[in-house]
């Protein structure tokens, strides 16, 4: 039972990430590597505010919340005047020197050891102690983020976001300022993933670097796309799929030596399928591109 | 007749080659203007000039007097000025009401805040639905409104770049080669909206390499070459200048 509570919080974690993404990559079309540095940024705030400041959780969530703005806000300044692959690979180095920040800046993030002894949230006073209580507050703020996206989407908002995607100078002569909407989604997913990050410290209650790598940004990426770039519902059910599936190899007898493995092979043979017979995605609509 | 848009001794160039060179131009309102002239004469330059997609070297442009040379395109969009491109730029994976919703300007919904809440985007959306299929229905796209834009003809695509230059409720239309590569009979239709706008108060730019349509509907032509203006005036008149005839046939 415990384990199961466990994964269905891990999948809420993962939904509020790729969700989150999909404002930015599938709506949007800014193909962004960078969501693990949102969610690092989340995460290492919650977790140095609560250690060393001791304030409850609504507080270091707010803190990681104005982080992930500023951070998001930087990130997305070279959007504003690349595209494309260039894109890519600028968030590429990004999230590459956020990691090696959280890694080197020893004295600060504690370096490749990690923050460790992250207290239990207390929300209105109360301590979530038990698993059924973390998932709850986890499902809630879950719930938040997909109404949120959904809501953004569906608005006059979301259609500039996808005609910024389709076509950026069609949307730009129409009297939209492609800029502030690129800022503003990307703060917005980078605000969101913080949420994400700001469970996962609390609840995981000791984090390091290796959760924040590129690998992560590809795996929330690879969610997006299997679920359904630009659909709110897809990436959500990617989500699902892709923290669950994996560990059924546990119950099929692979050792645990190679379990981690042969999840990144099931990982980059899904996507690799996907990317030629089902570009659009489980439930998408458009190819993604 | 008042004037809408001054361009004065404008140029600009592109890594040394010159594509417009001190060019002047008055357009009044309530009229049509064509601008003609050989491929590489400046025209898509000139428009794109006016359009902020490109800044001037040289010159200023003035649209009501207001300085708009140097302004981002959508500021200038938002005083006004709409625009069609020549490889007609759409949303062709959306619907055609998608296209059109999305011209509309100052829409509360576009903001964060209004998108989350609700507030005031209800009431919006579901008038600017209903103005979004009168346009469509205007340009004689009736029934066609939850088609793909990417699923229509070419001739119709250009009908519903023109619906969404009306949804932003511009009064200067800038319009690239809005009959070229469709049939007679839909470039006839254009046409006569073309004029149907010029009566409801429009003023329009267009560039054309068609010249018979040029001569049926502008008031004024003004003839490019190399980036330089050779000539303006009546379409008749112009179009018997023999600087004209030699420009374009040479």
Not at chain 1, 138 to 155: F, N, P, Q
Not at chain 1, 201 to 211: H, K
Request: glycine share 10%.
């Amino acid at each position: 039972m415990d384990y199961a509570l466990h994964l269905a919080i891990i999948t809420c974690i993962y939904i509020i990430l790729s969700v989150s993404l999909d404002l930015i990559a599938g709506y949007t079309g800014i193909l962004s590597l960078a969501h693990a540095a949102f969610y690092g940024i989340g995460a290492y705030t919650t977790a140095l505010v609560a250690v060393h400041l001791r304030l409850p959780f609504v507080w270091c969530l707010a803190v990681s919340l104005v982080a992930a703005m500023a951070l998001g806000g930087i990130v997305s300044a070279p959007a504003l005047r690349i595209r494309g692959d260039y894109l890519v690979i600028a968030t590429f180095g990004f999230q590459v020197i956020f990691y090696h920040a959280l890694s080197n800046w020893t004295d600060f993030t504690g370096g490749p050891m990690g923050v460790f002894g992250i207290p239990q949230p207390t929300v209105l006073g109360y301590t979530v102690t038990s698993r059924s209580g973390f998932l709850l507050l986890t499902v809630w703020l879950t719930g938040i983020c997909v109404w949120a996206c959904r809501r953004l989407a569906k608005a006059p908002f979301g259609r500039v976001l996808q005609g910024i995607r389709e076509d950026e100078i069609f949307t730009l002569a129409l009297g939209k300022s492609i800029s502030t909407y690129k800022v503003k989604v990307t703060v917005i997913g980078a605000v969101m993933a913080a949420v994400a990050g700001a469970l996962y410290a609390s609840y995981i209650s000791f984090i390091d670097p290796t959760s924040f790598s590129i690998m992560e940004s590809i795996l929330i990426l690879a969610i997006v796309i299997i679920g359904g770039a630009g659909t709110i519902w897809g990436p959500a059910l990617g989500a699902c799929l892709l923290v669950t599936v994996p560990e059924l190899l546990r119950f099929i007898g692979i050792p645990a030596a190679i379990a981690p493995n042969l999840r990144q092979i099931l990982y980059g043979g899904l996507l690799m399928g996907f990317a030629i017979w089902r570009p659009q995605g489980l439930l998408g609509r458009y190819a993604f591109r | 007749m008042t004037s809408l848009l001054e361009v004065s001794e404008v140029s600009k160039s592109f890594d040394g080659v010159v594509a417009v060179d001190g060019m002047s131009m008055t357009l009044c309102e309530r009229r049509i203007t064509s601008i003609i002239g050989p491929n590489g004469s400046g025209k898509t330059t000139l428009l794109n000039l006016i359009g902020g997609f490109v800044f001037p070297d040289r010159g200023d442009i003035l649209l009501r007097g207001q300085r708009i040379s140097g302004m981002r395109p959508y500021r200038i969009a938002a005083l006004g000025v709409a625009r069609t491109f020549q490889n007609l730029r759409l949303l062709r994976r959306a619907t055609l009401i998608d296209n059109v919703l999305l011209a509309f300007q100052h829409q509360a919904g576009e903001g964060v805040f209004c998108a989350l809440t609700g507030w005031k985007t209800r009431r919006e959306e579901k008038a600017s639905q209903a103005t979004a299929r009168e346009l469509l229905a205007f340009v004689g796209l009736e029934g066609k409104a939850y088609e793909l834009a990417g699923s229509l003809s070419y001739g119709q695509q250009k009908l519903v770049t023109l619906a969404c230059c009306l949804a932003m409720e511009a009064d200067l239309l800038l319009l690239d080669e809005p009959v070229a590569g469709i049939d007679p009979e839909m470039s006839r239709h254009i046409l006569e909206l073309l004029a149907q706008l010029r009566q409801e108060g429009k003023t329009i730019l267009l560039i054309e390499h068609d010249l018979e349509a040029v001569k049926a509907v502008s008031d004024t032509v003004i003839v490019l070459d190399e980036g330089r203006k050779i000539a303006e005036g009546r379409p008749d008149k112009v179009m018997r200048d023999p600087v004209v005839v030699e420009a374009y046939l040479t």
